[in-house]
């Protein structure tokens, strides 16, 4: 396994009175797709919201690169190249694509100042991001939203990407299309945190996996090994891939 681009250690994340997450011990391989997998509730979106600062670590460390990002600000963490892209999409429905885009492009001022090359890979990955460039974000389908998503989270060049059920309630051509622009991404060098319902979907894609139950990692180790021993599968998530 490649030395850990993002680590965890035993951290633990309260929500008002709640108590989420117990001790997650995590390791995301620098340059491969990490999976992380469990039943609903186990707390797989609350560790991504805690790794991008928008909820605070109660107790442990979170690591970037080796460095200590445990107490840093959402911005902080996004300018040290982490992009986060929510279950929810986080679409600013009433702007056009390409004002979404833009807003995302942190070092533009206007459109023509993104990164032409970069535009033109986007929209080689997702062809209906250049279809629907000044088309309000709002009208999109569900599919496209997602790829405007992704689009909007790689429109700078990022060095881990954090993805939270990217294939939910999509259709299998939508998914097929995420899963070979994630495949292009990691390709590219990028490394990926994602978590994934759709077991086809991490199959294809995962290098490693993690397994979340109760507010703790219960298990981790290598994709492959994982998909291939179905009495492990049924006894962490209840069912075979």
Same mark, same amino acid.
């Given at each position: 396994?490649?030395?850990?681009?993002?680590?965890?250690?035993?951290?633990?994340?309260?929500?008002?009175?709640?108590?989420?997450?117990?001790?997650?011990?995590?390791?995301?391989?620098?340059?491969?797709?990490?999976?992380?997998?469990?039943?609903?509730?186990?707390?797989?979106?609350?560790?991504?919201?805690?790794?991008?600062?928008?909820?605070?670590?109660?107790?442990?460390?979170?690591?970037?690169?080796?460095?200590?990002?445990?107490?840093?600000?959402?911005?902080?963490?996004?300018?040290?190249?982490?992009?986060?892209?929510?279950?929810?999409?986080?679409?600013?429905?009433? /702007?056009? !694509?390409?004002? +979404?885009?833009?807003? &995302?492009? %942190?070092?533009?001022?206007?459109?023509?100042? *993104? #990164?032409?090359? =970069?535009?033109?890979?986007?929209?080689?990955?997702?062809?209906?991001?250049?279809?629907?460039?000044?088309?309000?974000?709002?009208?999109?389908?569900?599919?496209?939203?997602?790829?405007?998503?992704?689009?909007?989270?790689?429109?700078?060049?990022?060095?881990?990407?954090?993805?939270?059920?990217?294939?939910?309630?999509?259709?299998?051509?939508?998914?097929?299309?995420?899963?070979?622009?994630?495949?292009?991404?990691?390709?590219?060098?990028?490394?990926? /945190?994602? !978590?994934?319902? +759709?077991?086809?979907? &991490?199959? %294809?894609?995962?290098?490693?996996?993690?397994? *979340? #139950?109760?507010? =703790?990692?219960?298990?981790?180790?290598?994709?492959?090994?994982?998909?291939?021993?179905?009495?492990?599968?049924?006894?962490?998530?209840?069912?075979?891939?």
């Amino acid at each position: 396994m490649s030395e850990a681009l993002l680590k965890l250690e035993d951290v633990h994340t309260h929500i008002g009175a709640y108590h989420i997450l117990h001790g997650v011990d995590l390791q995301v391989p620098k340059g491969q797709l990490t999976m992380l997998l469990g039943r609903n509730g186990a707390g797989k979106s609350t560790t991504l919201r805690t790794i991008m600062g928008l909820w605070h670590a109660s107790q442990g460390r979170i690591r970037f690169a080796g460095r200590d990002i445990t107490a840093f600000s959402t911005p902080q963490i996004a300018d040290l190249g982490i992009a986060y892209v929510p279950e929810t999409m986080g679409i600013f429905a009433d /702007l056009t !694509v390409k004002e +979404n885009m833009l807003l &995302a492009a %942190r070092s533009a001022k206007r459109a023509q100042d *993104m #990164d032409e090359a =970069r535009l033109k890979w986007i929209f080689r990955l997702f062809p209906a991001v250049e279809k629907f460039w000044n088309h309000p974000a709002g009208k999109l389908s569900g599919g496209q939203k997602q790829m405007l998503a992704v689009s909007r989270a790689i429109v700078e060049p990022r060095e881990l990407l954090i993805i939270d059920e990217p294939s939910k309630g999509l259709a299998p051509a939508i998914i097929n299309n995420l899963i070979d622009a994630f495949a292009e991404l990691k390709a590219s060098g990028v490394t990926i /945190l994602l !978590v994934e319902q +759709n077991i086809h979907f &991490a199959q %294809r894609l995962g290098d490693t996996v993690a397994v *979340m #139950d109760n507010g =703790r990692i219960v298990h981790a180790g290598s994709m492959a090994e994982f998909s291939a021993d179905a009495q492990l599968q049924q006894r962490l998530l209840g069912l075979a891939l």
